[in-house]
């Protein structure tokens, strides 16, 4: 299994539905982050989450959330999707000292906002 | 603002040849680190290797080394005897001083030809 498992990993669903994309790890890292993949931008940090009390917007958090329910759990929701929020999130996790704080990356959920 | 410019939006190189990818940041922090990530068609991101700000020699793993030349504000990445394999997105990424979040930089794609 990986260590960074996220769910849905391909998702179609229309303008205004709520959407929520899952974040679930298994390494004991207690940061975790969702970005966002647009082509031709690079990723981009929406929100970070350093425990489960700590939640930090990111560059792009206007129309998201997040909610960390354990720390192993980091969840993104769209509250009501559009079509500009179709891209491909990453959530990431990483622990350690703040030196080289690797981020280690789940496989990308792809989702399509029509 | 752009903290961190990857000027080459595409590059080629014939097998066994050595590539640079070239990364340049911004940052008035004197603590910072540096990453490089990977992601091959198949879409995860991988880690390829990490320069401190404050590290004297240039970080090297394997193929991979990176060129840090902190007074240009430069830190490119080097692949050595390029396989087919290389073939992918080369992300660029940048961590500032108490910060763990990682600023990405547009990417560059890499096509490594026979």
């Known amino acids: 299994d990986a260590d960074v498992t996220q769910t849905p990993r391909n998702r179609i669903t229309k303008t205004g539905k709520r959407i929520m994309l899952e974040c679930s790890q298994t390494k004991g890292h207690d940061r975790m982050y969702w970005y966002r993949q647009d082509p031709g931008l690079g990723l981009r940090l929406i929100y970070y989450?350093?425990?489960?009390?700590?939640?930090n917007k990111g560059e792009i958090s206007d129309g998201y959330s997040v909610s960390r329910q354990a720390q192993a759990k980091f969840s993104l929701s769209l509250e009501s999707a559009i079509p500009n929020q179709t891209a491909l999130y990453f959530c990431?996790?990483?622990?350690?000292?703040?030196?080289?704080?690797?981020?280690?990356f789940g496989a990308g959920s792809r989702l399509t906002v029509l | 603002a752009q903290k961190i410019t990857q000027t080459q939006p595409g590059m080629f190189v014939q097998e066994k040849e050595a590539v640079t990818l070239d990364c340049t940041y911004d940052?008035?922090?004197?603590?910072?680190?540096l990453f490089w990530y990977k992601q091959p068609s198949s879409g995860e991101m991988i880690f390829l290797i990490y320069?401190?700000?404050?590290?004297?020699q240039n970080a090297t793993e394997g193929r991979y080394s990176l060129n840090f030349q902190k007074a240009r504000k430069s830190a490119n990445l080097v692949i050595s005897a390029s396989q087919l394999g290389d073939s992918a997105m080369y992300f660029c990424a940048m961590r500032e001083r108490d910060g763990y979040a990682l600023n990405f930089g547009k990417g560059t794609s890499l096509l490594v030809t026979p």
């Open positions: 990431a996790t990483s622990s350690g000292p703040v030196g080289a704080n690797v981020l280690t």
């Open positions: 940052t008035s922090d004197p603590s910072y680190g």
């Open positions: 320069q401190g700000s404050y590290d004297q």
């Open positions: 989450s350093f425990d489960v009390k700590d939640i």
